[in-house]
């Protein structure tokens, strides 16, 4: 079964600095991998999507994540932390649709980003 | 256009009761998921719809939980006798098809005193 790791349950950054998310997956074929941010009382809002291709994918916010096979990782990083980015992220995939896996999502546990002046 | 929508956003109960909770899809999105999302943890699998029917409800805990979305649109999960362990946050979410982006709704916050 699909599982996803996301280490350091609570990760503080200065403003300005750079931000690293970690995210490792469980699977023997390369899923489908997300990463979404859940702001107060909020949904989760897409912040990117890996599939297929390329490895390296930008999303929204100036976030990118990098796809690595062989570390089975899907890290969430950013150049420069901003006071907005304070929120919780959670990494998440399902399955190739081609394969009939895609229909839910398996979620890590979190990680809340604390911004600091 | 329109995101997707659940109703109520905040639903207070007590213990036994029947509740309901709604979710307004985006418009023309075939797929519709399930999730519950308890304090401190990420959004687990309920069930998912591909219009009309079930298509797998397998993360349904027990039989007090069931779901349905009549006209291949709205969709409704229904707890029957709560318990204070089914409180939790309860997201919807949509996609176009299955396989495709899934797009999250606010979510319903259910308290079983």
């Known amino acids: 079964a699909q599982s996803v790791t996301q280490l350091g349950s609570h990760v503080s950054v200065s403003e300005g600095a750079l931000v690293l998310l970690r995210c490792n997956y469980s699977?023997?074929?390369?899923?489908?991998l997300f990463w979404y941010v859940q702001y107060p009382n909020q949904g989760l809002q897409l912040l990117l999507k890996?599939?297929?291709?390329?490895?390296l994918v930008k999303g929204i916010n100036g976030f990118e994540a990098e796809f690595k096979k062989s570390e089975t990782s899907f890290h969430l990083t950013k150049p420069s932390a901003h006071m907005s980015d304070a929120a919780e992220y959670f990494c998440a995939a399902h399955g190739d649709p081609i394969t009939g896996t895609a229909s839910k999502l398996t979620f890590g546990t979190g990680t809340r980003l604390q911004v600091t002046l | 256009g329109a995101g997707v929508s659940q109703t109520p956003s905040n639903k207070v109960t007590e213990k036994g009761k029947y509740v309901e909770l709604r979710c307004d899809p985006i418009?023309?999105?075939?797929?519709l998921y399930w999730y519950r999302q308890s304090l401190g943890q990420g959004p687990e699998f309920l069930i998912y719809f591909q219009g009309t029917g079930a298509a797998d409800d397998s993360g349904l805990p027990n039989d007090r939980f069931f779901a349905v979305r009549p006209e291949g649109s709205v969709s409704t999960l229904k707890i029957q006798r709560t318990e204070r362990g089914d409180s939790a946050v309860y997201l919807c979410?949509?996609?176009?098809?299955?396989?495709?982006?899934?797009?999250f709704g606010p979510g319903t916050r259910l308290l079983v005193l």
């Open positions: 699977s023997s074929v390369p899923p489908y």
């Open positions: 418009s023309g999105h075939t797929a």
């Open positions: 979410a949509s996609s176009a098809d299955i396989g495709e982006t899934q797009y």
């Open positions: 890996y599939t297929t291709g390329a490895t």
